[in-house]
């Protein structure tokens, strides 16, 4: 059920009772205060009704969106094991760096801007003007807390790490690769060409 129909249901049920309310008044049956008195108490919960009705919808949607989102991302890409193909030692360090561009956290936020409708962009950009005026280090961890972002995910202890859909791993492995990079602008120079 969409917002717009779970309005119009809620306005045919307010109709629907006021409509009953009179007749039992025009029959003497009730009168108009104790009328006043239980409409009042039915407009107070149909509205606490109402709002859970469009919190649920809402998460419907969310859950949608993901499921979606999910789809056609297809499954995450761990950045921890690109990044150990480059040095074993200190994977996250190295996702650090990548984070410390500017333009790394702007594809970041277009990104989270075209597919999360949960993404706090005015923290994010607080977050990325923070970054570059103090020495406050960029992790995913703080990425995600701050901005509510979902691109990437963390997960700690053994076996843990950082993974990304596969446009943020594609954006990750480019910087870590001049020779990759090169390859997609010869690839994108020829395919004008062609």
């Known amino acids: 059920m969409t917002s717009e129909e779970s309005s119009e249901l809620y306005i045919r049920i307010a109709f629907q009772y006021e409509s009953a309310l009179d007749q039992l008044i025009g029959k003497g049956l009730i009168d108009k205060d104790f009328a006043d008195k239980h409409k009042k108490a039915f407009y107070d919960s149909l509205d606490e009704e109402k709002l859970r009705t469009s919190q649920k919808i809402r998460s419907r949607t969310e859950i949608m969106r993901r499921y979606v989102r999910g789809i056609i991302c297809g499954d995450m890409v761990s950045l921890t094991e690109i990044a150990r ?15 410390r561009s500017r333009n790394t956290l702007e594809f970041l936020r277009q990104w989270e801007n075209d597919m999360n409708g949960g993404f706090d962009d005015r923290v994010c950009e607080a977050l990325i003007h923070e970054a570059h005026t103090t020495s406050l280090t960029i992790t995913p961890s ?53």
Not at 85 to 99: L, N
């Open 85 to 99: 193909q480059y040095t074993e030692d200190s994977p996250g360090y190295v996702i650090q760096s990548w984070m």
């Open 142 to 194: 703080l990425w995600i807390k701050r901005t509510h972002a979902v691109g990437m995910r963390v997960k700690q202890g053994k076996g843990g790490g950082v993974n990304a859909y596969p446009e943020i791993a594609a954006d990750f492995r480019l910087w870590l690769d001049p020779a990759e990079r090169l390859a997609l602008v010869r690839l994108t120079q020829k395919m004008k060409i062609d």
